[in-house]
Each structure stands twice: as C-alpha cells, then as structure tokens.
C-alpha cells in the first residue's frame, strides 16, 4: 500500500472516530482542509482523499467551496455502544501501550528536548505556530519529535495514538503556549507536557472505569484487537519484507556465503507467498549483491559489495532511510527496553540468551550481536506493544548488512565481541540490569554514528562531478 494511502486512513479513523463518539455531532462543521493539513503536516491532497471517503461513508458532507459538515446522526445511547465497541475491544492493548509508551518516549522526549537545547531544529521550517496554538495539546509531541527529522517515529506515535484514538479528549481550547520568539522554550514545553500527561491520563481513567461499567450491557465477543505498526512505504512492502527476512537468514548461514536458496516453488512454500512475490523479492536481493541468478544452476548466495552507485537508486535510498530511522529508535529506546526486559526474565533464559551471544565469537558482526538482542526482546519481553515495535525495526535493522556485512571497503568500528560478553557476564553475576542496558545502548549508538557518517560521504560522493 502506498504511503499516501496510509496516511488517508490514519486522517480518516482520526474524524471517524470523532464522529461516532458524538464529538462532533450532527450539522457541525470540521476544520478547512488547510487548517488539517496545517496541524498534521500533510499534503492537501492526503486530506482531500480522508474527507471523500468520509463522505462516502455518509459522515459529512462538503458544499462547493465549504467546509464539510456532520450528517451523521447519532444519539447517546448510540454514541455510548460505539465508545464501548472500540474501547472494550482495545482494553488488554490500550493497557498495555498507556504503560510501555512511557517507557519508550519517555527517552525520546528527553533527547528531544536536548535537541531544542542545541538549536537542532529548523524552526523555519517547521509549523505554523499562530494556527498550532489553537490545536490540541497532543502537538507539543510532534514538534518535539520533529527535531529528529524521523518519519519512522513520527509514524509509530501516530499509529500509538490512532490505536487509542487519541483518548478521544474533547476539542481542546488551551493553547500550546511554549513558542517563545518564534523558538520553542524547553522550559515551557516540559511544563506543558506534565499538563498534558495529567490530562490524558485522567481521560485514560475515565475510559477503564467506563469499559468495567457498561461493557457488560452490550453483546461483545470478538477478540481483542491488538496494537499493530504498520510500516509506510512508497512501495510495495511484502518483496522488502521478504528480503530483510532472506538478508537475516544469509546473515545467520541457514544459507552461508557460497550455497543455493531453494527453488522457487519451494521458496514460495516456505514464506508462504506468491511466485511474483519470489521473483521480485529475488531482484532486490540481486540488485544489492547479496545473490546471484547462474544460468541453468540456480540462486546463489553471493555476498558481494554493494557499488556506490547503487545508492542512486530510489528503492535502495528508502530502505537505508528506513534503516537508519530504524537505528535511531532503537539507540533511543533500548536502553530502557533492554532494562525492563532483562529485570522480568528468569535467570535461566539470561544465561541461554549469553550462551548464544557466545556462539558469536569470532565472527565480529555487531548486527548479527542487535539481531540477537532484539529476538531475545521480541520473545522475551513482557508488553505485546514492544514485542510488536521491535519486530518491526527487526526488520528494518536486516538492511544494516550494506553497511556491514558487504560493505567491506568500510572502516566502521568493529566491536571485540570478547569484551562486549564480558561486560554482559558481569551484568549477569551482579544482577546489574542497568549494565547490560547501557551495554547495548553504547553498542547501537557506535552503530547509529557510523550509519550517519557513511550517509555523509555517499551525498558527497553523489554530489561528486560525473
């Protein structure tokens, strides 16, 4: 699905929502389509698409050169089913991501105000602030998160939001006062944000008790609907799924340097896909050296190193965008992630997870070190909200192995894998979650500095005379 198109359904759930709880109610007019465009940092067009499909559904209606307006028509009773039909059926998730979001844009809002602190943040080129003080509170989160430039994190707070539906607070006339000469005052914002964060959880507290009190009036047996990130992409997704799920298999030997993938039918067994979506996934691998088509013999596992070239190609350019973005989440998030996660595991499994990370030795691949890092977080880890975020940035991290694996012209900083596990035995014998935390957290940081400096000298190579 394109990345458009997401975002026209993330705008659409956004006033769905708003319309079926009785937010705004029948004969109201929304907000223009500038003003929307304006408070979200969307093209018109990603709006227009929202609003048509609303109408279609016969939720509003627009009149030449008007704002649209609600024709649904709903009364409480109405209203009070459609709260407790989406609320009930998140209850276990909404729990769940109102605990583990703090625990992982607690980091990033921290970072983020560093970043106002150094002046990172273009404010030229950010909102505009006169239309953004009337907005709800929830863009103080945004602006933070611009100063990383991170489309990737900006979509994961965007879907944690739409998953709760932004606590459907009622619009909101408090203004985000913490502009301060067209800069924004850190100080204002982290008073801002305490403001915030007592109004929504009061709002939270208000839709536990409102789910244990009249969930039991409406007929409700469906399962629960889990929290689900889902990754915008300007192309097709399933191929460059499927081939950061092949990179980690060649990255780990299923299928070592030198050997063949399977056929292709048996390929398409194995993943359960399509022969189109084989072959296509087998182009991208191709494309960046990692196997290659022999005439009449089959696929081969080819490793080779990626030429410069290759970054001039579009597809190629947004997964490493992805991957870095990647990156960047898990150097600001796992420090605290790896914490919670080692504290609620059985000693047992630390030493299984330290026995694996043993089997490494020798082989010097920090990403095949995250790798085991975050399967051990994906099964492991107690909230299904992170077990989902991270097996996503799984994913995306498989596309690491340009920078590492086949990048062998690179001077990126290897890592001495007999030191780093010493560090982690010693966490392990001293209890010492805090260490090992901060062990992977140095680790994907170096990772995350390389990342950026090979950025560099790829736009400089680019920019290069031909």
């Known amino acids: ?13 956004y006033y769905e929502s708003r319309i079926l709880f009785g937010i705004y109610k029948y004969g109201e007019e929304l907000k223009s389509v500038p003003q929307i465009c304006a408070a979200f940092k969307l093209a018109r ?21 008007r704002v649209a307006r609600v024709i649904y028509q709903g009364m409480d009773e109405l209203y009070k089913k459609n709260l407790v039909e989406y609320f ?14 703090n625990l992982l844009f607690s980091s990033i809002w921290e970072k983020g105000l560093q970043n106002l602190r150094m002046n990172a943040y273009d404010h030229t080129n950010g909102l505009n602030y006169a239309t953004i003080a009337e907005s709800e509170p929830i863009q103080l989160y945004i602006d933070v998160l611009n100063t990383f430039e991170n489309e990737l994190l900006l979509g994961l707070f965007w879907q944690n ?87 980690r298999e060649v990255l780990w030997e299923v299928y070592p340097e030198g050997s ?27 494309s960046l050296g990692i196997t290659k088509a022999e005439m009449g013999v089959g ?14 190609r579009q597809e190629i350019r947004e997964n490493l965008r992805l991957y870095g973005e990647a990156l960047q989440i898990l150097a600001l998030t796992v420090r605290n992630v790896a914490h919670y996660t080692w504290d609620n595991v059985k000693t047992e499994r630390r030493h299984t997870f330290l026995k694996s990370l043993r089997g490494l030795s020798g082989k010097n691949n920090s990403l095949l070190d995250i790798d085991l890092l975050l399967d051990f977080i994906i099964s492991e880890c107690p909230s299904a909200s992170i ?21 062998t012209e690179s001077k990126e900083v290897k890592v001495n894998i007999n030191d780093f596990i010493c560090d982690l035995e010693k966490a392990l ?17 170096k990772k995350l500095d390389f990342y950026h400096k090979k950025i560099l000298f790829w736009k400089a190579h680019q920019d290069l005379p031909k």
């Open 161 to 247: 939001m739409r998953y709760i539906s932004y606590f459907y607070p009622p619009r909101n006339d408090r203004k985000t006062n913490y502009v301060t000469k067209d800069s924004l005052s850190v100080e204002k914002a982290n008073q801002l944000k305490q403001e915030t964060d007592i109004y929504y959880f009061n709002i939270y507290k208000e839709i536990m008790r409102f789910i244990e009190t009249d969930c039991k009036n409406f007929c409700l047996n469906q399962e629960q609907i889990p929290f689900r990130w889902i990754i915008y992409r300007k192309r097709p997704q399933l191929r460059y799924t499927l081939a950061s799920t092949i990179i």
């Open 387 to 407: 077990r989902e975020i991270y097996g996503k940035l799984q994913e995306l991290i498989a596309w690491g192995y340009i920078f590492s694996a086949v990048e």
């Open 260 to 286: 063949y993938l399977p056929s292709l039918p048996k390929m398409a067994e194995k993943y359960q896909v399509s022969l189109i979506t084989i072959r296509r996934t087998l182009e991208v691998l191709n």
């Open 88 to 101: 009930a059926l998140r209850r276990d998730g909404i729990l769940d991501v109102q605990f583990n979001g």
């Open 45 to 65: 067009n990603t709006v227009q698409i929202a609003f048509d499909r609303l109408e279609e559904k016969g939720y509003i209606r627009t009149e030449k050169r």
């Open 299 to 312: 696929i081969k596992v080819h490793l080779q190193a990626v030429d410069n070239n290759m970054m001039d």
């Open 1 to 13: 699905m394109e990345k458009n198109s997401e975002l026209n359904e993330l705008i659409y759930e």
């Open 429 to 445: 014998q001293t209890n010492n979650s805090e260490l090992f935390a901060a062990q992977w957290e140095s680790l994907i940081e």
